[in-house]
């Protein structure tokens, strides 16, 4: 039983007032608790600002992805470790939390390199200096600075280390000090990994901050050069996004919520293209029991090809053994905690209310444990809201019949409301281009399919750093990693103009 505690202003703290208890959520043994309360928010802003920041900011680009390199290492030395941990309180098997894990240390990794190759300056060169009147003497060059204040990082349940690990990556390499909060159900993970970063000593002291608890109070705190980064439900994001002293203050505010992914299966598909879509929607309801931001919950078939669909998605989804994933032949474990369980039992009744049940369904399937069973559903009519509203953050998806036209999958896709990721499965190419252009604007990404990538894609759940994630409208309209863009919550763009032998030199390419 271990009593989880803060990483606040260079030592360990314990938490204070109400008490969460952490579960193993395949047995339901206790494992832990954290206290709500008992840290001084303004304190840790002050410290993250007066000595991380400056701390940072006297560090290169170089030497600031330096350190990101040796932390990823640090991470991958504690791999069994940490996936051990993953098992208990995430519930993760073995691969869910490789997936978790590994995307962490990679995702640090990836920052490592792209900012070994930055100069070894303060500042970023953003796009050509520019003649700005008649005269080339007066000159303008836009640049991106680290902005001097904090960067609170909240996270979601469902990914405790990469969710840290790709936002810290981003934030430190732009010269920033992190705090970091975690989401409660599997925090222990995060708090090891936290350990593990505080005892490396490879950050300078400020420049990363843990805290365990509530970070209630902590946004009416922020000022202007702070970046809120939150990733979870689109209800706490609406919530976040709505803090009145966030607004009065234009505080940066990034939000990555939810999303009900759509998977559409073009009238073509067959062979390869075919086997693809049926394996990566089985992955993708069934990895972390369906706990994926980017799962798919809305498989769009046309309707003529439902009944082969459905056949070929009960074989997959049956072999599949779920249970404690402490076991190794398991493939699926349980859903984090109690209250997710109850969660997504509801949700499932909502679809089922719209929906026939092929396979699975809310009861329940052990007498201990969070455990719930893949659980596909059929749309009675394509145009239900429910359908296209309500995530079940589970091992549901539904089918739903679409008339084998781009056009009407299209319609349907974007009836989300604006979604993390789209994907699509098709050899025609007229099909998959009238498909891309109807959907590109209401999803961050759009997830391309066929016999072609069979063998080389990496699957639509993945997320990848060099491109983009997140999405507009109820995906939270966010947007992190891709590359260098992850840096700019954390920069400042700033247009300087005057005489071109001062600017270009000193700010722009001229001095390079
Ligand atoms: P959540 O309940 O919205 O919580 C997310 C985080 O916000 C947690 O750290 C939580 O802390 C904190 N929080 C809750 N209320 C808050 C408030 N009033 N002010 C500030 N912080 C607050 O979401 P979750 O259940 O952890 O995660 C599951 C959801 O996240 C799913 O809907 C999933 O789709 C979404 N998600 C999105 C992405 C993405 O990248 N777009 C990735 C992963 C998950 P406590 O845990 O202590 O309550």
């Known amino acids: 039983m271990i009593s989880l505690q803060s990483y606040v202003r260079g030592r360990w703290v314990a938490g204070s007032g109400d008490t969460k208890t952490l579960h193993d959520p395949a047995t339901e043994a206790v494992l832990g608790d954290v206290r709500q309360g008992g840290v ?57 939390g490789k997936f978790d894990l590994d995307g962490c240390t990679g995702t640090l990794a990836y920052y490592a390199q792209l900012g070994s190759q930055l100069p070894a300056a303060a500042h970023l060169v953003d796009g050509d200096g520019l003649q700005l009147t008649r005269s080339p003497r007066f000159f303008g060059q836009h640049v991106l600075v680290p902005r001097p204040g904090a960067a609170v990082h909240i996270n979601a349940f469902n990914f405790p280390a990469w969710g840290m690990g790709e936002k810290m990556a981003c934030a430190l390499l732009a010269g920033v000090p992190v705090i970091e909060k975690a989401g409660t159900p599997s925090a222990l993970l995060a708090y ?19 805290l365990a608890g509530s970070v209630s109070g902590l946004l009416d705190l922020l000022g202007p050069m702070d970046t809120v980064a939150f990733t979870g439900s689109s209800a706490t994001g609406a919530l976040i996004r709505g803090n009145k002293h966030l607004v009065t203050r234009s505080v940066r505010v990034n939000i990555e919520a939810d999303s009900i992914n759509p998977a559409v299966l073009g009238p073509d598909a067959d062979g390869d293209t075919f086997e693809q879509f049926v394996a990566n929607i089985a992955t993708d309801m069934t990895q972390k029991a369906g706990q994926k931001c980017t799962a798919v919950r809305r498989i769009l078939v046309p309707a003529d090809r439902i009944a082969e669909v459905e056949e070929a998605l009960v074989e997959r989804l049956r072999a599949i053994k779920v249970g404690n994933p ?35 369904g809310p009861q329940a399937i052990a007498d201990r444990g969070y455990f719930v069973a893949p659980t596909l559903l059929r749309a009675k009519d394509p145009n239900a809201a429910v359908l296209h509203e309500l995530e079940v953050f589970g091992p549901c ?26 994907s699509a499965y098709s050899d025609d190419r007229a099909f998959v281009e009238a498909l891309v252009l109807g959907i590109a604007p209401w999803h961050g990404r759009v997830w391309l399919g066929s016999e072609k990538t069979m063998s080389q894609a990496t699957p639509p759940g993945a997320v990848l750093p060099a491109t983009i994630h997140g999405g507009p409208g109820r995906a939270g309209g966010g947007e992190e990693l891709g590359g260098l863009r992850g840096l700019h919550p954390y920069l400042q763009r700033t247009a300087i103009q005057g005489d071109r032998a001062v600017v270009g030199r000193a700010f722009g390419r001229d001095g390079a």
């Open 397 to 422: 998806a539904t089918m739903v019949a679409y008339d084998g036209t781009a056009a009407s999958a299209a319609a349907l896709c974007n009836r989300g409301g604006g979604g993390l990721v789209a």
């Open 40 to 96: 001084d928010f303004a304190e840790v802003l002050a410290h993250a600002t007066t000595t991380g920041g400056p701390a940072l900011r006297a560090m290169t680009f170089p030497q600031r992805a330096e350190a990101l390199k040796a932390l990823s290492a640090k991470l991958h030395e504690h791999r069994d470790e940490l996936l051990d941990i993953a098992t208990q309180n995430g519930g993760n098997t073995r691969g869910d």
């Open 192 to 210: 090891r990994i936290a350990q593990l970063v505080v005892d490396s000593k490879l950050l300078p002291e400020g420049a990363f901050q843990f």
């Open 326 to 360: 402490a076991n190794g032949d398991v493939r699926m474990g349980p859903v984090a905690s109690s209250e997710a369980l109850a969660t997504v039992r509801a949700g499932m009744q909502r679809l089922q209310a719209v929906s026939d049940t092929v396979l699975g």
